[in-house]
């Protein structure tokens, strides 16, 4: 049930915009995503849930397609802080327990001055 | 400020020597996770509690035990630790969930600052 994430690896100029891709061969209720810095712990940026909602973070934002079962996240006018790795985790169509979710293999971003 | 704290931050120990990670939280949440984490991976989901209802997941080794005393706390013991348990291990929290039918407010998930574990 891990979700596909693409594409594995971006490398950017400071001012450039980045799309990562999130897919799920299973129904999906929410879609999450996290940023992880090396060494650090992950750090929430947002949820979407269910409903093709939009939803947007500063210059990062998000769309969640659930007929499609994928979640996008644009990042715009980068900045050297958003270098980091992107996780979206994705939480099975209700039914399952809890908050569970299945997390991808994570897109490495890196900002170059 | 309210937080999801991990100690220890680094354990060694060695191979087949128990060893116990703690997490707690000042958030009040009511569901924790443990996760593993091996060098550029995802985390890997182990067990989480929702309340004191114990979830584990399928493909968690025996080895892994889990304990929620309370809201608060909750320990991860690795009984026999190999070399490939090597990793780090994270802890994390949320508010909300869905219990008998009915949706709660559903929230992020909080994470630690993450126990880095060694096995010599």
């Known amino acids: 049930q891990q979700p596909v994430q693409s594409p594995q690896a971006v490398i950017l100029r400071e001012g450039e915009d980045a799309v990562i891709n999130c897919s799920s061969s299973k129904a999906l209720y929410s879609v999450h995503w996290y940023r992880q810095k090396h060494g650090e712990a992950p750090v929430f940026l947002m949820i979407l849930l269910k409903g093709g909602e939009q939803k947007g973070h500063e210059k990062i934002s998000a769309s969640f397609n659930e007929k499609k079962q994928q979640s996008s996240l644009y990042l715009t006018a980068s900045q050297l802080s958003y270098s980091g790795t992107y996780f979206c985790g994705t939480e099975p169509e209700r039914g399952s327990t809890l908050g569970r979710l299945y997390f991808g293999r994570g897109t490495q971003l890196t900002v170059w001055p | 400020d309210a937080m999801v704290i991990q100690n220890p931050r680094y354990q060694v120990t060695q191979f087949g020597k128990p060893v116990t990670l703690s997490c707690s939280q000042t958030?009040?949440?009511?569901?924790m996770y443990w996760y593993q984490q091996k060098s550029s991976q995802a985390p890997k989901l182990l067990f989480h509690?929702?309340?004191?209802?114990?979830?584990n997941e399928a493909d968690t080794p025996d080895n892994f035990q889990s304990r929620r005393p309370n809201t608060s706390f909750c320990f991860l013991d690795i009984r026999s630790p190999g070399l490939g348990d090597a990793a780090m291990y994270l802890c994390?929290?949320?508010?909300?969930?869905?219990?008998?039918?009915?949706?709660?407010?559903?929230?992020?998930?909080?994470f630690g600052p993450g126990t880095r574990l060694t096995v010599l």
């Open positions: 958030l009040n949440h009511n569901v």
């Open positions: 994390a929290t949320s508010g909300g969930g869905f219990r008998d039918s009915v949706v709660f407010p559903y929230n992020e998930q909080f």
């Open positions: 509690y929702y309340d004191k209802d114990f979830n």
